[in-house]
């Protein structure tokens, strides 16, 4: 996308809204909890308008995302224990710069693999999205 086509105003991609809910609204980042309940996953998407790669941050902004992925990672390991944490920023499927945080278990659907392609979305039942959401407010607060 060159700099001619990118947007002048912050807006949600359309895939990320269908597949998240949100959580947060922090400084910088949106912070939204993926629909599927095969991991407890986070993605947080800066509010900045055409943001496709970190590059495309300023200095400050890096340090503030940095900072956020911090926060969203230390909430992940608070509440659920994992025992790993993975963090990625890929956007092959969507171009908006998003970053993916994710609590792993050795005893997960996908472990030790990449939890991308190895089993299909489980979302999550409208009881279970509340208690979920509830408790990552809790612990992001």
């Known amino acids: 996308m060159s700099a001619r086509e990118r947007p002048t105003a912050y807006?949600?991609?359309?895939?990320?809204?269908?597949?998240?809910?949100?959580?947060?609204d922090w400084p910088l980042c949106e912070v939204r909890l993926m629909d599927d309940a095969n991991h407890p996953w986070l993605v947080l998407v800066p509010k900045v308008a055409g943001a496709v790669e970190l590059l495309d941050l300023p200095p400050a902004q890096r340090h503030a995302l940095s900072d956020e992925i911090d926060r969203a990672a230390r909430a992940l390991k608070a509440v659920f224990a994992?025992?790993?944490?993975?963090?990625?920023?890929?956007?092959?499927?969507?171009?908006?710069l998003h970053v993916h945080v994710i609590a792993r278990f050795r005893d997960d659907i996908a472990w030790p693999r990449p939890v991308w392609g190895a089993a299909h979305a489980r979302p999550y039942a409208p009881e279970a999205l509340v208690a979920r959401v509830a408790a990552l407010r809790a612990a992001l607060a």
């Open 11 to 24: 807006a949600l991609h359309p895939q990320l809204a269908e597949d998240s809910v949100p959580v947060a």
């Open 82 to 96: 994992p025992d790993k944490l993975n963090v990625a920023a890929l956007g092959n499927l969507v171009p908006q």
